[in-house]
């Protein structure tokens, strides 16, 4: 496989060995290398796509992370005229994905699920150099609108409305005020790392940063909904400490992630 690099990340990588790629959601190219007991992972990201700057903030999220909570270590972050490339270490263990398949039960999934966003949701703030505010997601949110949004991975209840039509929705159901913590942004089972049965690491950060404890907590009632059964959420909202759950902000987020 011939990918062209830049000097530094080559030098990074002498004596490495590439495992697989690319993989990757969004036209991020995900690889894997490996030295003896070492593993890194390389994102390239080209410059014409949407997403580009989601790349750079990963990288300052990561940084900003050292020291407070477990996360891929950078190696170096680099910009060229046609691609970013963001290469770190690899977190032992497994991601809850990986563990849900491995036929972990329904309810240990989802009681390390919620008690792991708990632990990413008392991160202290301070100092956090990406904010994830709704105002700035819906200005991109339009955006995307305008470049062309896949219709058909949108959620089966919102596939007879329009593009259009859905950003309405979405608009009209814009919270009134916020509680914000550091959020995950992207709070799938891919994106926490799992060693034996605790949270040992976050990835994918992208859009981690300062925001509404309810995008993470949308995507994880899609998520629940979706892989493992309605029935397994008051299991999830007890142990994370919710007692009566915003629907309304639920639904904002989760329909914001149409667009995304």
């Known amino acids: 496989m011939h990918l062209e690099l830049p000097e530094d990340i080559k030098q990074a990588l002498q004596g490495f060995s590439i495992k697989n790629g690319p993989s990757g959601l ?8 490996e030295k003896e007991n070492k593993m890194y ?13 989601e790349l750079e903030v990963e990288y300052e999220v990561l940084k900003w992370l050292e020291g407070k909570f477990q996360v891929p270590q950078v190696i170096t972050f680099k910009k060229t005229s046609n691609k970013h490339f963001l290469l770190m270490t690899a977190i032992k263990g497994n991601t809850l994905e990986k563990l849900y398949h491995q036929s972990k039960s329904s309810e240990e999934i989802v009681k390390i699920y919620a008690e792991s966003l708990k632990l990413i949701h ?28 896949n219709l058909d991975n949108m959620e089966d209840k919102y596939k007879n409305l329009t593009p259009l039509e859905l950003y309405d929705k979405l608009l009209s159901l814009k919270p009134e005020k916020n509680d914000n913590v550091f959020i995950h942004g992207d709070y799938c089972f891919d994106n926490i790392i799992i060693n034996n049965n605790m949270l040992n690491g976050i990835i994918d950060v992208g859009r981690a940063g300062i925001g509404d404890k309810y995008k993470d907590i949308a995507l994880a009632v899609r998520n629940i909904q979706g892989d493992i059964g309605e029935q397994w959420l008051d299991l999830f909202f007890n142990i994370y400490g919710i007692t009566n759950p915003d629907w309304n902000k639920i639904e904002f987020y989760i329909i914001m992630d149409e667009f995304y």
Do not use: H, Q, W
């Open 26 to 33: 969004s036209g991020t190219n995900i690889y894997r290398f």
């Open 41 to 53: 992972f390389l994102k390239v990201v080209d410059v014409n796509n949407r997403f580009i700057d």
């Open 122 to 149: 008392g991160i202290k703030i301070s100092g956090c150099p990406n904010k994830e505010e709704d105002e700035f997601m819906l200005l991109k949110a339009r955006e995307y609108l305008e470049l062309g949004i």
